[in-house]
């Protein structure tokens, strides 16, 4: 069973700054993908950025490229999200999200999510 923690989230001005952490309990060696979401009050859960084991590429969703990158640490089992330029719209819960593929399935793990508030 993977588990993952998130942190970083928190209340920021609009234009302002914010590191998103997700802590991942096994190597990330084992992970198919890496990735980061977001879900807003009424609204479903959208991707934000992800990184896919052997591409070496980072794809983000339109609305944050330019502002946010997606970074990882493999020595300390951790996944970043640097956002950057804050806007209201981006106030969402964030979720990290792994999965791994074993013996033809696929297995996905969420954390819990941070909440991140924007105000302007």
């Known amino acids: 069973q993977v588990q993952l923690v998130e942190s970083g989230g928190g209340l920021v001005q609009s234009g302002g700054s914010l590191r998103l952490s997700c802590t991942v309990s096994?190597?990330?060696?084992?992970?198919?993908?890496m990735a980061w979401y977001r879900q807003a009050p009424g609204k479903e859960r959208e991707l934000v950025a992800e990184?896919?084991?052997?591409?070496?590429?980072?794809t983000y969703a339109e609305f944050v490229k330019g502002r946010f990158a997606m970074s990882s640490d493999t020595n300390k089992n951790m996944v970043y999200l640097q956002m950057n330029s804050l806007q209201p719209d981006d106030t969402a819960a964030y979720y990290c999200?792994?999965?791994?593929?074993?013996?033809?399935?696929?297995?996905?793990?969420w954390g819990q999510g941070t909440q991140v508030t924007v105000s302007s």
């Open positions: 096994i190597s990330m060696y084992s992970l198919n993908t």
């Open positions: 990184q896919i084991s052997g591409r070496h590429t980072t």
């Open positions: 999200y792994v999965d791994q593929l074993y013996l033809g399935n696929k297995r996905t793990y």
